[in-house]
């Protein structure tokens, strides 16, 4: 049999993955949401037909939206983490032991459900008693949130679907506000490379570079992503992400990653011209 | 209405089936199903160009119905409760012009609020009657036009009773309902004709909890703005009638200025969305209303912005309030919703439909989502957050009344000079000058100027507002009758 799972990356380029068989499709009032089971990446999932993440590469995205913050804030007692409805956010948080509470805040009670049924692994990061989960909007929940949280990590993928509104400026601005001063917010910064999805990334900069004094992007190898090549924002009002980056402090936690370490917290910053470039750009038209 | 019946879409069967029939085009229009411009076939598809086609027996005719676009305005004139109505491809301004040239010749009177859109003023121009207006209200806060009170109805039709018609806003922009039924009552009781804009009202007839529509109210016509709260393409609308207005006269009024060759794209989404809001109009009526309810709760919640919604209803000037509409008073942050207006669109990435001096207007319709209500209100509280400013006197939306010196038809037609406008008090003004949003005129054909009309127009044009209608689009200048 010959069955495959194709999306569209650009009008011109297309990703399919050989599917062994479909395990779940679903319609929530959010998106529709399809599991199959694939030969090279395992179980994974999409959301109105984009991969949302893979069990064969989540550790990358988790790891690298977690540990990069953690290993530079000094102090984080109190996570929001904005969309993180599989929970694998979640787990990598929960191996801190100095973290005391966490706020998952996903709107699709669907999502949960069939990551708890078919992502067991991530989703045991929602066990975790220090977490607490909110079937709400993300924009919604911040709102009147003043001075609470130490870190917040919008784990929401798609600027352009039914999470778009996490992905503006009126976000941006929302999280400033709801964390403490010495705060620091990671999110998902989309794939620069195809020209479709390079607007997207520019406007994410330049709204992050508006509203936090310190703006940074990182980057990562994805393969289910665009072009294999993902960023991450490190919007911060105090801490750099180099500069306040303690090396020695994280190793002496003993963490056990498959992706992340520190030798690579540095070099992921340290982006190709291109990209420098197109965020350069965006900086001067602030 | 019969719901077995409003599930047809006769003008859309009619497509469906001539579609499957593959006849060879040797008529209008020339790109023939999108072939001969493929460029446009790119922009919007094959489906969409193959529908654009020429009247023909099987599709009917617009200018003179037989068949099925007969059908489906019988249809349409069913799920609104009117006796008859006419589907329109010239916009809403073509439904209040046909209105207004069917109740007026030349010479009559027809009595007015100040507050209409510019489509009513076009139509003295076009048959030569002259505006009687009714001083609309203003509320002092927010600084909006209100409805029409009886009492100055009444004065009007005392003072002029050979007055042929009374024309009505309902609901404004905003939302604000006038006490329809009695101006009907009023109005045919000294035999004149009720029109209705109703442009901002089409979902009115299909929920129970809003304001009573103006066919429900016993009004004589009706001008509905299909494309806007009804979902149907942009330039389509409705001409409702009720029992006894003449049809064939009604038809050759609309003849007069409508094109002979209506756009079936035009046609059929007007026939289509009729039959939406038939079946689910309650139903999707109800969302936005609850979605606007929460939307008002949430940004009242925020602090500074007044959202108003039923409170304001006071038993005359407001009878009545939309509450799908959702305004919002601006000024308690210190900007002006013209301000609010572009740092929404600028920095937010939100579309909003209009703002002035002190509100802005957020179109909310069937399509929209909750997640994006919650966009809207976390742009707002960071508006506040980020650029409230002191709370200062500003100038305020204010009415003024016009000193109508000639017809608009007599002041379009004279022989006109170009003056420094600061020269024009005391002139006759010959021309429109409107300030958009919202798009009610500040200087009609016709119409006295003074120098408090030419205080207003410069500081609307510094504020920021599209000042629109006058040949020097600077406003440096203006036409006045020599």
């Known amino acids: ?286 | 209405m019969n719901l077995e019946k409003q599930k047809s879409a006769p003008v859309y069967e009619a497509l469906e089936r001539f579609r499957r029939q593959r006849v060879v085009p040797f008529d209008v229009p020339g790109h023939k199903r999108g072939r001969g411009n493929p460029e446009l076939v790119k922009l919007l598809g094959e489906q969409c160009v193959s529908l654009d086609v020429n009247s023909m027996k099987p599709l009917d005719n617009l200018c003179h119905p037989v068949s099925v676009i007969m059908d489906a305005e019988q249809l349409a004139a069913e799920a609104f409760g009117a006796a008859h109505a006419y589907f329109m491809v010239g916009g809403t301004t073509s439904a209040v012009q046909s209105m207004v040239l069917t109740a007026c010749k030349y010479g009559d009177k027809i009595i007015m609020p100040r507050n209409v859109h510019r489509s009513a003023i076009n139509a003295l121009v076009l048959c030569g009657a002259e505006p009687v207006y009714v001083d609309p209200d203003v509320d002092a806060h927010i600084g909006i036009a209100l409805g029409m009170e009886i009492a100055d109805v009444e004065q009007a039709i005392r003072e002029h009773p050979e007055a042929t018609a009374v024309f009505v806003n309902n609901p404004t922009y905003y939302g604000i309902c006038s006490d329809l039924r009695s101006i009907v009552k009023l109005a045919h009781e000294h035999g004149m004709m009720v029109l209705v804009d109703e442009a901002h009202g089409t979902h009115l007839s299909f929920h129970e909890g809003l304001p009573v529509s103006a066919m429900e109210a016993g009004a004589d016509m009706a001008a509905i703005s299909m494309h806007k709260s009804g979902g149907s393409l942009t330039q389509s609308s409705l001409l409702l009638l009720n029992e006894n207005v003449n049809t064939r006269y009604v038809e050759q009024v609309i003849n007069l200025t409508q094109t002979t060759s209506a756009s079936y794209l035009l046609l059929s989404s007007l026939d289509i969305s009729r039959r939406n809001l038939a079946l689910r109009g309650r139903e999707s009526f109800e969302k936005v209303r609850q979605m606007a309810e929460y939307a008002r709760e949430e940004i009242n919640s925020i602090g500074g912005y007044y959202a108003y919604g039923k409170d304001l209803v006071n038993g005359s000037s407001i009878y009545d309030f939309d509450v799908t509409k959702l305004s919002v008073y601006t000024r308690d942050i210190g900007l002006t919703g013209i301000e609010v207006y572009d740092l929404l669109r600028d920095e937010y990435d939100i579309q909003i439909e209009f703002g002035d001096f002190g509100n802005i207007l957020a179109y909310i319709s069937i399509g929209d989502r909750i997640q994006d209500i919650e966009r809207l209100v976390g742009a707002l509280e960071d508006i506040k957050r980020l650029y409230s400013k002191p709370v200062s006197k500003l100038h305020n939306a204010e009415y003024i009344t016009p000193i109508v010196a000639a017809t608009p038809q007599k002041a379009f037609y004279s022989e006109k000079e170009l003056i420094p406008i600061r020269e024009t008090p005391g002139r006759i003004c010959g021309e429109f000058v409107m300030c958009y949003p919202p798009g009610i005129p500040i200087l009609a054909p016709g119409e006295m100027v003074t120098d408090e009309i030419v205080d207003y127009i410069l500081f609307a044009k510094e504020k920021g507002c599209s000042m629109q209608g006058p040949e020097d689009g600077t406003l440096e200048r203006l036409n006045v009758l020599v």
């Open chain 1, 1 to 286: 049999m010959d069955f495959w799972f194709s999306e569209m990356h650009t009008h011109n380029v297309k990703m399919s993955i050989r599917v062994e068989k479909q395990l779940f499709s679903g319609q929530s009032d959010f998106q529709r949401i399809d599991v199959f089971e694939s030969a090279e990446f395992g179980r994974f999932l999409t959301s109105d037909g984009s991969v949302i993440f893979s069990e064969a590469d989540e550790f990358t995205y988790d790891e690298m939206i977690v540990h990069v913050p953690m290993a530079v804030h000094p102090n984080v007692r109190k996570v929001l983490v904005i969309g993180g409805g599989d929970g694998g956010v979640a787990r990598e948080l929960s191996y801190y032991t100095e973290i005391e509470e966490i706020d998952v805040v996903e709107p699709d009670e669907l999502f949960v459900k069939v990551c708890q049924e078919f992502f067991p692994d991530n989703a045991r990061g929602l066990d975790d008693p220090r977490v607490k989960l909110h079937y709400r909007d993300g924009l919604r929940f911040l709102r009147g949130k003043h001075d609470e949280y130490d870190l917040i990590i919008n784990d929401s993928t798609d600027p352009l679907g039914h999470t778009a509104g996490l992905f503006t400026k009126e976000f941006y601005g929302s999280c400033y506000k709801a964390l403490h001063d010495d705060g620091i917010m990671v999110y998902q910064h989309g794939s620069p490379f195809f020209d479709e999805d390079e607007d997207a990334c520019r406007a994410m900069h330049r709204k992050a570079y508006k509203s936090f004094p310190i703006s940074r992007v990182y980057q990562a190898h994805i393969p289910t992503c665009p072009s294999g090549y993902w960023l991450f924002g490190f919007a911060s009002k105090k801490y750099h992400p180099l500069r306040d980056f303690n090396a020695v402090r994280w190793r002496e936690r003993g963490l056990k990653t498959w992706y992340y370490t520190t030798n690579l917290h540095m070099g992921a910053f340290m982006l190709p011209k291109y990209v420098e470039d197109l965020l350069e750009e965006e900086e001067h038209r602030v």
